[in-house]
């Protein structure tokens, strides 16, 4: 049930002025959870990071101790973020898919960089008729602390491996060769439609 604040005077006050209280907001938040819990539908919006990652692994976790083999249903948008965080979360949905749970990521607005390669930890992979996908090589954040000659050169190897290991996911799920995919994204973002991103397969179907 929601709440509206009431001081009183509500009988005068237009609607636009009844606003939901902190705690009536975390109610419906909380009832809105379960709705989805008990769906089976988990909502992935915004960066790739290691919150929202962790979260989304305690949830499809849960769900499979709860009912096994029972479908889980992701909506993906993101434009990417951590490619670290991004593998745990890739991880999880594949671990889960080869106990016997199927998952469905569905791709509603953009699958962006690392969100792209979580994408393909699906059992089905769908996108949206007007879904954006992109693909670019893979870097990492050295944050605001100078680094030394030695400790530049062990982040290039690491860059290099990192980004080598994201192409083989995406070899891996669109039959392309790892080549094909390292030549595609060199220096460059390569952006997708929905249309093209199921002819080079990054998706199976469009909804």
Not at 19 to 26: A, Q
Not at 90 to 95: A, P, V
Not at 152 to 168: P, T, Y
Request: hydrophobic letters at 40%; one cysteine or more; proline letters at 2%.
């Amino acid at each position: 049930m929601v709440f509206l604040q009431d001081d009183g005077m509500s009988d005068d006050m237009s609607d636009d002025e009844h606003t939901l209280m902190p705690l009536e907001k975390s109610l419906l938040e909380d009832k809105i959870d379960r709705i989805l819990y008990d769906a089976r539908l988990v909502i992935f919006i915004g960066e790739v990071s290691e919150y929202q990652c962790m979260i989304a692994t305690r949830i499809m976790e849960a769900m499979v101790i709860e009912r096994p083999r029972v479908e889980i249903k992701v909506v993906l948008n993101s434009l990417g973020g951590s490619a670290y965080d991004g593998l745990l979360l890739y991880g999880t949905i594949r671990d889960i898919v080869r106990r016997g749970t199927p998952i469905t990521i569905e791709v509603r607005g953009v699958a962006a960089s690392m969100a792209a390669i979580i994408l393909q930890a699906g059992t089905k992979r769908v996108a949206g008729k007007y879904s954006r996908f992109l693909l670019h090589e893979s870097s990492l954040n050295t944050g605001d602390e100078p680094l030394t000659v030695t400790e530049q050169e062990e982040m290039a190897v690491e860059s290099k491996r990192l980004n080598q290991m994201l192409c083989e996911i995406l070899a891996e799920r669109t039959g392309k060769s790892v080549k094909k995919i390292e030549a595609l994204t060199k220096r460059r973002d390569y952006w997708f439609s929905s249309k093209e991103a199921r002819d080079f397969g990054l998706v199976d179907s469009i909804v």
